[in-house]
């Protein structure tokens, strides 16, 4: 695990969590979501740099296959969907860590965690008004029928569309700093993607999107060339909504 990076919990499930070596502006924190079963990418050494330079913490917690969902995922929580843990958890355990409170908290997110990312901000617009989204997994009910978790979640593929994300989109309940980034490369997420982008023009909200710059498919690569403009975004944005505010 490259330096800065530590294991930890969140109320009973497992997280990581990176501290760099001199924190930036202390009234901000990142919350990151994985891609499918997977936690690895923002580990990278370069990211890691790259997270360290911006001097933000992260937390990250760690969900396997759960999708980010508003269902209840067993091998998550079998009480609590994922989505409403990180609704009910999320601000008190920034809070509780870092003293850092909504709307300081800045989402970021990678495939079906970056459709996560925006199912939080798209709910919680005033609590979490900063999110970016790379390669985001919007149209993942597109997969139901292919034996992956969302199978057992949905009674078909109909069911599992009433979650995605361009559903949720509220024409006058929305994040006020958000954006979108995919490889058009990457063909399993890139139709949902310009979907929401098509939805959010039509519906003249807010937003900034990169839909062109491309790493050929390779995600590691891509995820290296956009997180430092990335992390850019979210913490102008966050010091916009901290200096509105004053």
């Given at each position: 695990m490259p330096s800065g990076w530590t294991s930890t919990d969140i109320n009973g499930h497992p997280a990581e969590m990176f501290v760099p070596e001199s924190v930036g502006d202390s009234r901000f924190a990142l919350l990151y979501l994985h891609e499918y079963g997977e936690h690895q990418l923002l580990k990278d050494d370069v990211v890691s740099e790259a997270l360290d330079r911006h001097g933000v913490r992260v937390l990250a917690p760690l969900g396997g296959v759960c999708g980010w969902l508003d269902r209840v995922f067993p091998s998550f929580d079998e009480q609590v969907s994922p989505l409403d843990f990180l609704i009910s958890t999320i601000p008190s355990e920034f809070a509780a860590r870092w003293n850092v409170s909504p709307p300081g908290i800045g989402l970021l997110g990678f495939d079906v965690g970056g459709q996560g990312v925006l199912q939080l901000a798209y709910r919680q617009a005033r609590k979490f008004p900063v999110v970016a989204a790379i390669n985001p997994?919007?149209?993942?009910?597109?997969?139901?029928g292919h034996g992956l978790s969302i199978d057992t979640l949905y009674a078909n593929q109909e069911d599992a569309r009433q979650s995605t994300v361009t559903l949720q989109l509220h024409p006058l309940n929305w994040p006020a700093h958000q954006r979108l980034l995919c490889d058009p490369?990457?063909?399993t997420v890139i139709d949902g993607?310009?979907?929401?982008?098509?939805?959010?023009?039509?519906?003249g909200i807010l937003h900034e999107a990169d839909v062109t710059t491309s790493a050929h498919g390779d995600r590691i690569a891509y995820l290296r060339q956009t997180i430092n403009p990335v992390l850019d975004f979210i913490l102008n944005g966050l010091a916009f909504e901290a200096n509105r505010l004053v």
């Open positions: 997994a919007i149209d993942f009910h597109m997969w139901y490369a990457d063909l993607v310009e979907r929401l982008i098509s939805k959010l023009n039509s519906t």
